[in-house]
């Protein structure tokens, strides 16, 4: 693993079901951001395959991604002043 060459924060979302791409490939790059002190976030998601097909799955997918999305890409606080 190269993780010590990666410069943002990673998502990794698995799920447990996954026989296309096993869960321990996202286990391993855990590890691997863990050892270069790389800021991750790892979710496994019971009772879904690679394809995450169904709608509670799927929620907890988006969710993930949202999540991840707004702590990381929300730009600094503003203040609007009315005139």
């Given at each position: 693993m190269r993780?010590?060459?990666?410069?943002?924060?990673?998502?990794?979302?698995?799920?447990?079901d996954d026989w296309t791409?096993?869960?321990d490939q996202s286990e391993?790059?855990?590890?691997a951001?863990?050892?270069a002190g790389k800021p991750y976030k790892m979710l496994i998601i019971?009772?879904?395959d690679h394809y995450?097909?169904?709608?509670g799955p799927q929620r907890q997918l988006?969710?993930?991604i949202s999540d991840f999305l707004k702590q990381y890409l929300a730009g600094p606080?503003?203040?609007?002043?009315?005139?």
């Open positions: 993780a010590a060459g990666i410069d943002v924060p990673v998502l990794l979302i698995h799920g447990a791409v096993e869960a391993m790059m855990a590890k951001m863990t050892a019971p009772g879904t995450f097909q169904n709608p988006f969710g993930a606080a503003t203040t609007t002043v009315a005139n």
